[in-house]
C-alpha cells in the first residue's frame, strides 16, 4: 500500500512516511493509490467482531506488516482504545421511529476524535521510540481535536503538541480539556479569532520545509491520513450493525445504509465517501450548521467561503474551509490530480470556486446535504428527549433534525453519528430547556489549575501568529535537545 498527493506532486510514499507529515509537499492531500474493495465474505467475517478488533482488520489493509507487524498492531490499538468509558468502545443508541444514534464519544475528551487520535498518536510513538527520535505536533482546532491531540499525547517523552484554538468560540469544557494538561510536552495557545484564522499561518508554518524537517513538525488534524484512516471503521462498523445484510440474500445485493453526518471540515464525509469506495452501499448526508459551504456546494455548485465564521451551538462544525472535501473531489473526479490542483490552488488564493454543472451532479449523487438553524438544533434537542429522554448534543442534533425533518424511504435502514457527549456542551442543552448533570470528571475540570499564552488580534496578526508560534516550536525542540524541561 503506497501514498499519493492529490494533487500529483508527490508518489509512493508509506504509511510512516504519511503519518508524519500534514499536508504533502505540493499542498494536497495523502491518499492511498488505490482503495481495497471489501467482499462480501469479508464483511461477513467482520459482522461478529468487536470494535476494536475491527479497527485492526481495516487498519491492516492500509499499514503493511513490514511497517507494523500485526501483533504490534493489535497491541497498539487495544491499548488506545482501552481506555474508553464503555467496553464496546462505541455504542449505538436504538431509539423510538427507527432512529439510530451511533455514540462515537466516549472517549477522554468526550468527542468521536478520541477514537482516531488515540490510535494516531500510539503509531506515532511507536515509530519515535523505534526510531530513537523526537516529533512536534502543531494543530489548530475547531474545539474538539486540540483536546483530543492533548490527552491522546500527554506525557509522551518523544512528542511534543502545540494546540491553537479559537478563543470564545468553544465551550468551557472543551477549553478546560486543554487548558487544564499541565505535563511538559503540552503547549496551549489561545488565538482572537476563527478557526479558519487559525490555519492561515498553519498553512505558512508547514510550508517551511527547513521547519518541517529540522523540527519534526507535523499534524494531528483530520489532515492526516491516519485518522481519515480509522475514522473507515466506524462507518464498516454501522453498516455492520445496521444495514440489515444479514437477512439479504446470498445472491441479491447489498442492502443500503444512509449515514447521516453533522459536518464542519469533512473529515467524517471522506472517510464514508472512501467507504462507499470500497464497496459498501451507502448513502451519505452532510448535515451543516450556518456555516453552509458544503451544503451549497452540492446544492448549488458555489464552492465558495462565506466572508465571516458564524459562531453557532454547534461550534466545532464552525467551519468555512472543508479541508477534507480535496480528497471527495480526488476520488470522485477519478483521480485527476491536475484538475484537484488546478480547483483548491484557486480556493485558496480567491476563497471560491464555482463547481462546474458535471462537477456538481457527480457530487450530487454520492452526497446528499442538509442546513440547521440554532432554532432547529433547539427543537430537536427538545423533541428527542420528549420522545426517547434521551439528550442529543447540538451537533449530533444537526444530523438528527434529518430524521425528523425528511421523509424515511420504506426499508432503508438509517443511522446517525453522534460526534460528542451532550456533558460538553451544557449551555445548549439548557437552552433547549432541559437539566443535564455532566459526569463528575467534567465537574472536576473547573477545579484544576491551568496554563495558555494569548495570540492577540492585531494589524499584522497572521504573521505575529506565524512568529510566536515559531518562536514555541524553536524553544521546545532546543530544550528537548538539551535534555531539560521546558516549563519550570
Known amino acids: 500500500m503506497q501514498y499519493c498527493s492529490t494533487r500529483g506532486g508527490v508518489r509512493g510514499w508509506d504509511f510512516r512516511d504519511v503519518l508524519f507529515s500534514g499536508f504533502a ?12 474493495v471489501l467482499s462480501r465474505d469479508t464483511l461477513r467475517s467482520w459482522r461478529g467482531l468487536s470494535y476494536t ?36 468502545v462505541v455504542r449505538v443508541a436504538q431509539l423510538k421511529d427507527g432512529l439510530s444514534v451511533l455514540e462515537l464519544f466516549h472517549g477522554d475528551t468526550l468527542a468521536f476524535k478520541d477514537l482516531a487520535m488515540s490510535c ?19 494543530v489548530g482546532t475547531s474545539g474538539d481535536t486540540g483536546g483530543s491531540a492533548i490527552q491522546s499525547a500527554k506525557g509522551l517523552s518523544g512528542l511534543d503538541v502545540v494546540v491553537v484554538y479559537p478563543r470564545g468560540r468553544i465551550t468551557p469544557v472543551q477549553e478546560k480539556h486543554m487548558v487544564t494538561c499541565l505535563e511538559d510536552n503540552i503547549h496551549v495557545f489561545a488565538a482572537d479569532g476563527c478557526s479558519d484564522d487559525i490555519e492561515k499561518p498553519l498553512r505558512r508554518l508547514f510550508a517551511d520545509q527547513e521547519l518541517v524537517k529540522s523540527h519534526g513538525l507535523m499534524s494531528l488534524n483530520s489532515v492526516n491520513w491516519s485518522r481519515i484512516m480509522i475514522q473507515l471503521a466506524h462507518f464498516i462498523h454501522a453498516y455492520l450493525q445496521l444495514s440489515g445484510m444479514e437477512q439479504a440474500e446470498a445472491d441479491a445485493a447489498l442492502p443500503e445504509l444512509e449515514v447521516v453526518v453533522p459536518t464542519g471540515g469533512a473529515g467524517n464525509i471522506a472517510a464514508g465517501y472512501i467507504v462507499k469506495q470500497m464497496g459498501l452501499p451507502l448513502k451519505l448526508v452532510a448535515m451543516v450548521n450556518a456555516n453552509d459551504i458544503v451544503h451549497r456546494t452540492v446544492t448549488a455548485g458555489d464552492f465558495s467561503m462565506a466572508a465571516n465564521v458564524t459562531q453557532t451551538l454547534a461550534p466545532a462544525i464552525d467551519i468555512q474551509d472543508p479541508y477534507n472535501m480535496e480528497r471527495v473531489f480526488w476520488l470522485l473526479l477519478g483521480k485527476d490530480s491536475a484538475s484537484v490542483k488546478n480547483m483548491m490552488e484557486e480556493f485558496q488564493n480567491s476563497h471560491r470556486h464555482p463547481l462546474p454543472e458535471y462537477h456538481r451532479k457527480l457530487l450530487s449523487h454520492v452526497l446528499s446535504t442538509g442546513t440547521v438553524t440554532d432554532e432547529q438544533i433547539l427543537d430537536t434537542i427538545r423533541r428527542c428527549w420528549e420522545e426517547n429522554q434521551y439528550v442529543l448534543c447540538p451537533h449530533t442534533a444537526v444530523a438528527v433534525w434529518h430524521h425528523y425533518n425528511c421523509p424515511h424511504s420504506p426499508g432503508l435502514n438509517r443511522c446517525y453519528i453522534a460526534t460528542a457527549s451532550p456533558a460538553k456542551f451544557e449551555a445548549a442543552v439548557q437552552r433547549a430547556g432541559l437539566t443535564y448533570e455532566p459526569p463528575e470528571a467534567v465537574q472536576r475540570l473547573d477545579k484544576l489549575a491551568e496554563r495558555y499564552q494569548n495570540l492577540e488580534r492585531s494589524l499584522n496578526w497572521c504573521k505575529e501568529w506565524e512568529d510566536k508560534l515559531r518562536e514555541k516550536i524553536q524553544s521546545v525542540r532546543s530544550a528537548r535537545r538539551n535534555g531539560v524541561t521546558y516549563y519550570s
Open 25 to 36: 509537499p505540493d499542498g494536497g492531500m495523502f491518499m492511498p493509490e488505490s482503495v481495497p
Open 53 to 88: 478488533k475491527l479497527v485492526v482488520e481495516v487498519a491492516s489493509l492500509f499499514i503493511p506488516s513490514q511497517l507494523i507487524p500485526r501483533e504490534d498492531l493489535e497491541a497498539l490499538v487495544g491499548a488506545a482504545l482501552s481506555g474508553f468509558s464503555v467496553p464496546e
Open 120 to 138: 494516531t498518536v500510539r503509531f506515532l510513538d511507536y515509530f519515535l521510540q523505534k526510531e530513537k527520535r523526537i516529533a512536534t505536533v502543531l
